[in-house]
């Protein structure tokens, strides 16, 4: 079983993000530390993770930075763990998502990140970010955006996506 650090950021994010929580908490077949780290919530949010969640550790700011890579790059280094998964307080995962990414990595010697396909939460037959690709003003451009969800992915391709993904810190 592969340890993995997984990373939620954090901003009043409410009751979804006790479900966030609770989805990367039942993970199949991964030993999982969780870290929220919160950018200065107002919803009491941190306080109820803390009381649900005693075994997630909370690193919290001050008040709101709005600077969420500059917090996922905090957390990053001090990771303890080769493998991170980033997210955000509002994407729910499935149970087997982060071993499929991690079998997806240890199959290409070459992987550093992989992103899971994203579909709407409560439209879940439509994708929400499937892959994508950085345009050229340096703006990211899902072209899967809200198309019907087909199956399961049978290979991975070459694209990139937003915050939400698994990295291996060797690589």
């Known amino acids: 079983m592969e340890d993995v650090t997984a990373v939620v950021i954090n901003y009043n994010g409410g009751e979804l993000v006790l479900e966030v929580i609770e989805s990367i908490l039942n993970q199949q077949d991964v ?93 879940q037959s439509r994708t929400y970010q499937q892959g994508g690709h950085i345009h050229y003003v340096g703006t990211s451009v899902a072209p899967s955006r809200d198309t019907s969800v087909s199956g399961t992915p049978t ?3 070459v694209a990139v996506g937003g915050g939400i993904a698994l990295l291996d810190m060797k690589k």
Not at 87 to 96: A, F, G, H, P, Q
């Open 155 to 157: 290979s991975p391709k």
């Open 31 to 123: 030993s999982i530390h969780v870290i929220v780290v919160d950018d200065g919530s107002t919803d009491g949010s941190p306080e109820e993770i803390a009381k649900r969640f005693p075994e997630v550790e909370i690193c919290r700011e001050e008040e709101n930075t709005k600077q969420i890579n500059r917090l996922r790059n905090e957390v990053l280094s001090c990771a303890k763990t080769e493998k991170v998964f980033l997210t955000d307080n509002d994407v729910i995962l499935d149970s087997s998502c982060i071993v499929r990414l991690l079998r997806v990595m240890r199959g290409k010697s070459n992987v550093g990140a992989c992103i899971p396909r994203l579909m709407y939460l409560k439209k």
